[in-house]
C-alpha cells in the first residue's frame, strides 16, 4: 500500500485546476465567436471530415484559418423555429363558433362547456387570436373530471370550513406573514 504524503496531493489539486482551466477557456473560445458568421468561407469535404465539422449536432464548430470559430448560435434558429410554429398555430384558429365547437369536441372528447356561446363572442370582440388552445385548463381541471358534482360540492365544503376556522382563530403557520383579510 503506497503512502500519500502532502506533494500527492498538491500535484493532484493542481492538476485538476490546470484542467477546469483548459475547459473554461476552451468554452470562452467557443462563447467569443457565438454570433459570428463566415459566409465567405466555403467547407469542403476535408473540413467536413473534421471532428469540429458543421454536420456535428454537438460541436458546430467550422476551421477558419487556424483556429476554431463557432458557425452558427443555435439560439437564433431555435427562435425562428418557434416563430413559425406560433405563425402555423395561429393560421389554424377556427374563424367561427360553429368551427370553434367542432375543434374543441375533437380535442377534448366531450361538448364545450356551458356558456362557450358567450366566451366566443367575447373573444371576437376583444380580438382574441388563440381561440382554440385550452390545453392548459384541461390539464389543470383534468383530476376534477372523474369527481361527481355531489363529491365536488363536499370537498369545496370542506376546505372553506377548515379556511374559515383558521381565520377564525388566527392561525398562521412559519414564515406566514400576518395580513388583513
Known sequence: MR????????????????????????????GLFAGHKDHTSQRDS???????????KWLPFVK??????????????????????????????????????????KRYGREPPRGFGDWWQFAQENNLRLVDEFDAINEDLAPFWNMSG??????TVQVSVIFLLLR?????FVGQRTSVY
Not at 500527492?8 to 470562452?28: N, P, S, Y
Not at 355531489?150 to 370537498?155: G, K, T
Open 3 to 30: 503512502s500519500i504524503n502532502k506533494g500527492d496531493t498538491q500535484a493532484t489539486k493542481w492538476g485538476g485546476w490546470i484542467f477546469l482551466a483548459c475547459v473554461f477557456l476552451f468554452f470562452m473560445q467557443a
Open 46 to 56: 476535408s473540413s467536413r471530415a473534421n471532428w469540429f465539422s458543421t454536420s456535428s
Open 64 to 105: 477558419n484559418g487556424k483556429s476554431y470559430t463557432l458557425a452558427e448560435h443555435p439560439i437564433p434558429k431555435l427562435m425562428a423555429d418557434a416563430e413559425e410554429k406560433f405563425k402555423h398555430m395561429l393560421s389554424r384558429q377556427s374563424k367561427t363558433l360553429r368551427d370553434a365547437v367542432g375543434e374543441y369536441r
Open 150 to 155: 355531489v363529491e365536488f360540492r363536499r370537498r
Open 168 to 172: 377564525y382563530y388566527d392561525v398562521h
